[in-house]
C-alpha cells in the first residue's frame, strides 16, 4: 500500500531532551516536507526536501534540523525541544515538488513539559 | 512572497444546502493552488487542485473551485453538503519556482447540520 508512515504517533518528553521523528514513504517520491499544526495557525512549512542531500527552510525552521541521506527516508529532529514546540506535526511527500499532489502521513503529537 | 487568507474560520450549513468556503492569494507567479480536506484526528486529503489549465476544477466528492485570476480567489463550493462533508479545509498556494515553498491558509471549520 502506497503511505508516509511516521514514528511515533504520540510523545511526551521534557524541555531539552533531544527526539527524532521518523518518516518514511514507499512511492518513491522526490518531495518530502515538514509540517506543524497549531489551532487557529493552520500548517505552516517547517523544512522541505526536493531529493537525497537537498534540503532547504519553510516558514518555520527555527528549532528544528532535518536530514535527506536515502530517499525514502526524513527524519524531523529536535535538538533541544522547548515547550513552544508542543504541537501537531506532519509529513507529507510528493513525486516532484510542490505543485503535485502531497501525501500526508498520520500525524505526530508531540507535547513538551 | 505567497500567502493565502480563508475570509471564514468557522462556515456553518444545513444537510443538503450549498456550501461556499472562501479563499484569496497572492503570489508573484503563477500559482498552483489546492483545497485539502482533514477529517477528525486524520491526516490531509487532497481536495482538488488547480495548476494553469481549466480556470473551473472539479474535485473528489462533488467539491469544485475557480480560479479567478483578476479576484486573486479561489473559493471552494458545493451545491448540496451531507453530513459527510463536516472537516476542517485548507486552502493552499505554490508558486513552484525555485523556492519549492507550500503557504497554508488558517482553515475553514464545516459545521453540518441534519
Known amino acids: 500500500e502506497a503511505q508516509v508512515t511516521q514514528n511515533p504517533r504520540y510523545l511526551i518528553t521534557v524541555t531539552g531532551k533531544k527526539l527524532t521523528v521518523t518518516c518514511s514513504q514507499n512511492m518513491n517520491h522526490e518531495y518530502m516536507s515538514w509540517y506543524r499544526q497549531d489551532p487557529g495557525l493552520g500548517l505552516r512549512q517547517i523544512y522541505y526536501s526536493m531529493n537525497v542531500e537537498v534540503t532547504d527552510k519553510g516558514d518555520v525552521p527555527e528549532g528544528y534540523k532535518v536530514s535527506r541521506k536515502e530517499k525514502r527516508n526524513f527524519p524531523l529532529i529536535l535538538e533541544s525541544p522547548s515547550p513552544n514546540q508542543t504541537s501537531l506535526y506532519f509529513c507529507?511527500?510528493?513525486?516532484?515538488?510542490?505543485?503535485?499532489?502531497?501525501?500526508f502521513g498520520p500525524g505526530t503529537r508531540l507535547t513538551v513539559l | 512572497a505567497q500567502s493565502v487568507t480563508q475570509l471564514d474560520s468557522h462556515v456553518s450549513v444545513s444537510e443538503g444546502t450549498p456550501v461556499l468556503l472562501r479563499c484569496n492569494y497572492s503570489?508573484?507567479?503563477?500559482?498552483?493552488l489546492f483545497w485539502y480536506v482533514q477529517h477528525p484526528n486524520k491526516g490531509l486529503q487532497l481536495l482538488l487542485k488547480?495548476?494553469?489549465?481549466?480556470?473551473l476544477v472539479k474535485g473528489i466528492n462533488g467539491f469544485e473551485a475557480e480560479f479567478k485570476k483578476s479576484e486573486t480567489s479561489f473559493h471552494l463550493t458545493k451545491p448540496s453538503a451531507h453530513m459527510s462533508d463536516a472537516a476542517e479545509y485548507f486552502c493552499?498556494?505554490?508558486?513552484?519556482?525555485?523556492?519549492?515553498?507550500?503557504?497554508f491558509g488558517t482553515g475553514t471549520r464545516l459545521l453540518v447540520s441534519p
Open positions: 488547480y495548476t494553469s489549465a481549466a480556470t
Open positions: 507529507a511527500s510528493s513525486l516532484t515538488g510542490s505543485t503535485d499532489t502531497q501525501y
Open positions: 503570489s508573484s507567479y503563477s500559482p498552483s
Open positions: 493552499v498556494v505554490s508558486d513552484g519556482t525555485g523556492f519549492q515553498k507550500l503557504v
